[in-house]
């Protein structure tokens, strides 16, 4: 599991906990053999928390498709599998990212609606730094990314 995945489950457990609000993120099962969906699912009870999202940290100032998604064997592109997955069940979806500033320097975290991301993936634009700053951040805090509203 990447850092980033570990930090966006333990930062969505510590929001259900602070808020009082029944939850539970966890990370899908990975295996070499298989391409997993999504990163991180939570499961509530209320149906505003049952989410899927994608976790994505780069060393840059804007995502790409075409360098940061990786088609599979069947070549279906990652954006469309996630959303197929987000209509069968019913998610809210998610992008996580975050843009890290090199080894020393913090980065800025973000979850983005699927809906924008879905978007911009159409219209054949990445998405940038500025336009992750117009969704919902995650600040730092010694404990890792917190999340204020969701």
């Not at 998610?91 to 843009?99: D, K, P, S």
């Amino acid at each position: 599991m990447s850092d980033l995945e570990r930090e966006i489950v333990d930062c969505l457990n510590r929001f259900f906990k602070t808020h009082h609000i029944p939850g539970f993120a966890h990370r899908t099962r990975q295996q070499k053999s298989t391409n997993p969906c999504v990163d991180v699912l939570v499961d509530s009870p209320n149906p505003l928390y049952c989410l899927s999202l994608e976790c994505k940290s780069i060393i840059d100032k804007k995502l790409y498709f075409s360098q940061h998604f990786h088609t599979g064997k069947d070549h279906v592109h990652p954006v469309d599998a996630i959303s197929d997955f987000l209509d069968e069940t019913g998610r809210t979806g998610y992008l996580a990212i975050e843009f890290r500033q090199g080894p020393v320097k913090a980065g800025e975290a973000f979850l983005i609606p699927w809906i924008n991301v879905v978007g911009h993936f159409h219209s054949g634009t990445g998405i940038t730094v500025e336009d992750a700053r117009a969704c919902i951040a995650l600040t730092r805090s010694k404990e890792g990314y917190v999340l204020e509203r969701l």
